[in-house]
């Protein structure tokens, strides 16, 4: 089988930085196993399991298109000691299965008195800048971040991928864990020793703005700033829990820039928590606008490399 697992350090894009976490992982572990639509023979978004049905026979499943019934098979499991990766090709079509997500997978290891682990991945693929449409490109973080026992991690680069599918193939928790499509095919070294936190972290180090971010943003962020000097740029990683330290450390610059993809929740929660910290600088927001993502208005919508440009040339 072609793969990148066994390289020490390689380039590779993100979809194959995902491929090689779990890759490694369902070599040495069996009770890893892959579920979702038509995934056995399309091998999933990114093919990120392509061929997995031939290398780990049984073990990557075809699910019913049913969500709500996928992702309760996944959960169930979970509880008897397996580690299930459930893909929603689409993060508009786990709302499907939020009943599964929110009460079932977050609650039941409290609910058991900490008797039943849920080690279960949802893996949910954010599609939003490819003109599918309001119903197939919605950016819902927001409704995972406030979830009390459901962690949520969001890679931005193919470094992330791998360091945060690595974590996520070793937790106890459920996790949700978003790619963004658009993402897929962005390329970077990666390094064969993953970091073992999912903590955020200053990309790139300024003294007069910091921008807070997080996904594909963190992209944006970095071609908007190309030519301007003195820009710190935080790449949150993981939005439940996030990086409250690490913010408030980047945030010495004075002036805070927030970004999402979303509707702003994530940023109000990191604006108020700079604001509950004492923090006195000024903080701006930049979120898509608030209406559905129709396919003719996605480019005026969502935030982009040029919008960032212009609210960073009026804050340095």
């Not at 390329?187 to 999912?198: D, E, F, K, R, Y």
Request: aromatic share 6%; hydrophobic share 45%.
């Amino acid at each position: 089988m072609n793969n990148t697992a066994n390289n020490e350090n390689a380039s590779m894009t993100y979809a194959e930085a995902v491929r090689k976490a779990v890759y490694s992982h369902m070599k040495n572990d069996k009770s890893i196993v892959v579920l979702g639509q038509d995934i056995s023979a399309w091998g999933g978004a990114g093919k990120v399991f392509s061929g997995f049905a031939e290398e780990f026979p049984g073990r990557v499943i075809d699910t019913p298109i049913s969500e709500a019934a996928s992702a309760g098979m996944a959960i169930g499991m979970a509880i008897q000691g397996m580690r299930p990766i459930i893909e929603h090709t689409f993060a508009d079509f786990s709302l499907h299965a939020m009943d599964q997500i929110i009460n079932q997978a977050a609650k039941i290891n409290a609910l058991s008195n900490k008797q039943f682990d849920v080690p279960v991945i949802f893996r949910i693929i954010v599609n939003s800048g490819r003109n599918y449409g309001a119903t197939h490109a919605q950016n819902l973080e927001s409704l995972f971040i406030d979830i009390p026992g459901l962690k949520m991690f969001y890679p931005a680069i193919p470094q992330d991928a791998f360091d945060l599918m690595n974590i996520a193939l070793q937790s106890s928790e459920p996790i949700v864990f978003v790619e963004h499509k658009l993402l897929h095919n962005i390329t970077g070294q990666v390094l064969n020793h993953p970091t073992s936190h999912s903590r955020a972290e200053i990309v790139q180090n300024g003294s007069k703005l910091t921008i807070i971010t997080y996904g594909r943003m963190v992209t944006e962020a970095f071609t908007a700033t190309a030519n301007i000097p003195d820009v710190t740029i935080v790449n949150l990683r993981s939005l439940s829990p996030i990086d409250a330290p690490t913010i408030l450390t980047a945030a010495q610059t004075g002036n805070v820039l927030l970004i999402e993809e979303g509707y702003g929740t994530v940023s109000a929660k990191i604006a108020a928590f700079l604001t509950d910290a004492g923090f006195s600088g000024k903080i701006t927001r930049l979120t898509s606008q608030f209406e559905p993502l129709l396919q003719n208005r996605e480019a005026e919508i969502l935030p982009n490399a040029e919008k960032i440009r212009e609210i960073v040339a009026s804050l340095v």
